[in-house]
């Protein structure tokens, strides 16, 4: 199933207008009519405005939930949105987890979003491979192999690799947000 889809079908399920979702997002009715058929591409941004807006994670856009007690590497759950350059894989299992740990790969001169996010809890990143900037408020913090970072994630936040190479970078996030 599309993304536009399961949007649409988790609207519809929770008795919810476009109008309404609109007011919700605070994206147009007609941006949320052509993202339910798949005529547009969606951002991370509007995904995430989206999902908190249906009170559901991310990872229900996406392929099944992975569960058990080892993700093995072939059998990770991978999230990439259409004609993004950003690809997210889930290290834990989905479900009802307090914890939430994600490998995150950036392509050279893309951004996580192009808007600062921001939703509660709590991030922790490393940075395998790569450079990163990590815009946090009004501050920035520029990463590089072997660097980490911790902060609350109610501050206004996004990533952007700097470097030329992909960024490989593993983090865990309470509450689970993908």
């Known amino acids: 199933m599309r993304i ?6 988790l609207r519809i ?19 949320i009519s052509q993202i339910e058929r798949d005529i547009v591409g969606l951002s991370v941004e509007s995904l995430w405005k989206i999902a908190r807006a249906l009170d559901t994670p991310i990872s229900y856009f996406f392929d099944e939930p992975s569960g058990g007690t ?5 059998s990770r759950r991978e999230m990439k949105l259409p004609e993004s350059n950003v690809t997210y894989q889930l290290l834990s299992p989905t479900g009802n987890k307090l914890i939430e740990f994600l490998l995150i790969e950036i392509e050279p001169g893309v951004c996580s979003n192009y808007e600062l ?3 509660e809890g709590e991030e922790c990143g490393y940075i395998i491979k790569g450079k990163l900037l990590v815009k946090l408020g009004d501050e ?10 911790y902060y609350n994630s109610s501050i206004p936040h996004r990533f952007i690799n700097v470097g030329d190479e992909t960024c490989i970078s593993i983090w865990a996030m309470t509450p689970p947000s993908f």
Do not use: C, F, P, Q
């Not at 399920?13 to 007609?30: A, N, Q, V, W, Y």
């Not at 920035?140 to 970072?149: A, K, M, P, T």
């Open 13 to 31: 399920d929770k008795k919810m207008s476009i109008e309404e979702l609109s007011k919700k997002t605070g994206l147009s009715t007609g941006a």
């Open 70 to 74: 080892v993700i093995r590497k072939n």
């Open 4 to 9: 536009g889809a399961k949007i649409r079908k």
């Open 117 to 119: 996010i921001n939703h």
């Open 140 to 149: 920035e913090y520029y990463l590089e192999e072997g660097d980490s970072i």
